[in-house]
């Protein structure tokens, strides 16, 4: 029993250190990476420290000459300045500017540089307001140098101004800083690569580069593929969960197989269903089409054939045979009328759209309609907004459809009202009347083929059917309904040149 533990115990992979302690390793590198870096501070520091010195040696040298010049300003005037001036002559200084200057910016004495002809910051500071001025000049990594402006007051009152500039040393460092810098980035440089690329390429890169690639195998549909890394215990944990993705999606994608299969096979029943569906309204509609041409020809044509059989039987008057005659031409031009308008409706189809005036049109129609004997006593109002001028339509058809939906009206009212507006990219015909308006039944079918709610023999039923059909095709609508106040309103969607 001991051994099979032991051999279970044994059998177990070896723990693996964490992140973290990965992690710990690489914070090791970079903090000794560090330690070098802070040789580049360190230089900085020198050279601010140099740079103090220097300036505290102007600033020294400055208040030094102040009281000299005063005195000598006072007692001696200007050659006394001269004279002190030529005594620093020798003194070794590295100047490069030191002269006294009089507020008129002549200058007095120099022992290097001359006072400029106008006054600078410094210079504005000392003479006009009896204020020391310094400032340090020049580039950051450059040659700089420290300047500083001394007022030189006797008695209260400026008379003038020292002005001392001297360059700003660098520490003396073998080589300066161009060579400081080479050694110190060729030192971190190495230190940093030979470490830090090593651990991280062993510990860290390395097992993301196995990882990477195994999700990009799945990624490409290898699903069940399986990835084995020698790492840190968190990539491995990563591993595994990348491994069990895997898998997943591999029973996931059986599953959507099995459920592909099963959705082509509902969708090829549907498009039969779909396909008998449509044979049967197909067949609905050819009833409901033939039922309408048995009503419309049959009633003229039973009347022709009843004319036929008198006149057959020998009436022996001329006068009722020829108003048989007549009466039996009436009923074939009305079976011919039908014919036709069956026949123009089936033969609908897209046409060229242009640039239609709606007021044109409105005139055309309405003048035809008046021409009518029962349209002469009609009242009909046209209203045409100020940003309606053309719409797109098939060219002559707006006039057709204008002429049916006024005929319509008139047979049922006495007052049309005929308008049109701009609603967005489409201009809206409104077409109503004063009369009973249309009915429930009549609203669902009004733009059936055939249908119509007046007497026998006033009408074919395929005013409205064709209208819709060449609206349509010129990329419109037409919508039916009632008044609130009562009659029938008809309206067409077009839509207007501009945007089309």
């Not at 396909?275 to 009633?299: C, D, F, P, Q, T």
């Not at 009915?439 to 119509?452: I, N, Q, S």
């Amino acid at each position: 029993m001991l051994c099979a533990t032991v051999v279970a115990v044994a059998a177990l992979p070896p723990r693996r250190n964490g992140l973290w302690i990965e992690v710990a390793l690489a914070l090791a590198l970079i903090t000794l990476s560090t330690i070098l870096l802070n040789a580049g501070v360190f230089w900085l520091l020198l050279k601010h420290a140099e740079e103090e010195r220097r300036t505290d040696l102007v600033l020294s040298l400055s208040a030094a000459l102040k009281t000299q010049l005063e005195v000598a300003l006072d007692g001696e005037g200007e050659p006394g300045v001269r004279r002190v001036l030529s005594a620093y002559r020798d003194s070794g200084l590295e100047v490069a500017e030191l002269y006294v200057t009089r507020p008129s910016m002549k200058t007095v004495a120099s022992l290097a540089g001359e006072a400029p002809q106008t006054p600078d910051a410094g210079l504005r500071a000392a003479l006009y307001t009896k204020r020391q001025y310094s400032d340090v000049e020049g580039a950051l990594w450059g040659l700089r140098w420290v300047s500083v402006t001394t007022p030189l007051a006797p008695h209260g009152k400026v008379e003038g101004a020292l002005r001392v500039k001297m360059p700003l040393k660098a520490p003396g460092v073998p080589g300066g800083p161009a060579g400081f810098v080479l050694l110190y980035t060729a030192f971190s440089g190495l230190i940093i690569a030979f470490f830090g690329f090593d651990l991280f390429r062993r510990r860290l890169i390395g097992p993301i580069a196995v990882l990477r690639e195994g999700t990009e195998r799945i990624a490409g549909g290898e699903f069940g593929h399986e990835v084995s890394l020698d790492a840190s215990r968190e990539l491995e944990e990563m591993c595994v969960a990348l491994n069990t993705m895997s898998a997943s999606l591999a029973a996931y994608r059986q599953r959507t197989g099995d459920q592909v299969e099963r959705l082509e096979a509902a969708n090829a029943e549907l498009t039969r269903t779909q396909a008998a569906l449509v044979r049967s309204e197909k067949l609905a509609g050819v009833g409901r089409l033939a039922a309408g041409i048995a009503h419309e020809v049959g009633n003229p044509l039973s009347a022709v054939l009843g004319y036929m059989e008198l006149m057959t039987s020998g009436l022996g008057d001329r006068a009722l045979e020829a108003d048989l005659l007549d009466r039996s031409e009436q009923e074939l031009r009305r079976i011919d009328r039908i014919i036709r308008s069956l026949l123009g409706y089936a033969r609908l189809g897209p046409g060229a759209p242009a640039a239609v005036s709606v007021a044109a049109a409105f005139d055309s129609a309405v003048s035809i309609v008046q021409l009518r004997p029962e349209c002469r006593e009609l009242d009909i109002q046209v209203l045409i907004g100020d940003d309606v001028a053309v719409v797109w339509v098939e060219s002559d058809k707006l006039q057709q459809v204008l002429l049916n939906l006024l005929i319509n009206a008139a047979h049922a009212s006495k007052t049309i009202w005929l308008s049109a507006s701009l609603e967005g990219t489409q201009v809206c015909i409104t077409c109503a009347d004063d009369g009973p308006g249309f009915t429930d039944m009549a609203l669902e079918r009004a733009l059936e083929p055939f249908f119509t709610t007046k007497d026998v023999g006033e009408g074919t039923g395929m005013g409205l059917a064709m209208s819709q059909q060449l609206i349509t095709a010129s990329g419109g609508h037409i919508q039916l309904g009632n008044r609130p106040e009562g009659g029938a309103r008809v309206q067409l969607w077009l839509p207007a040149a501009g945007a089309a």
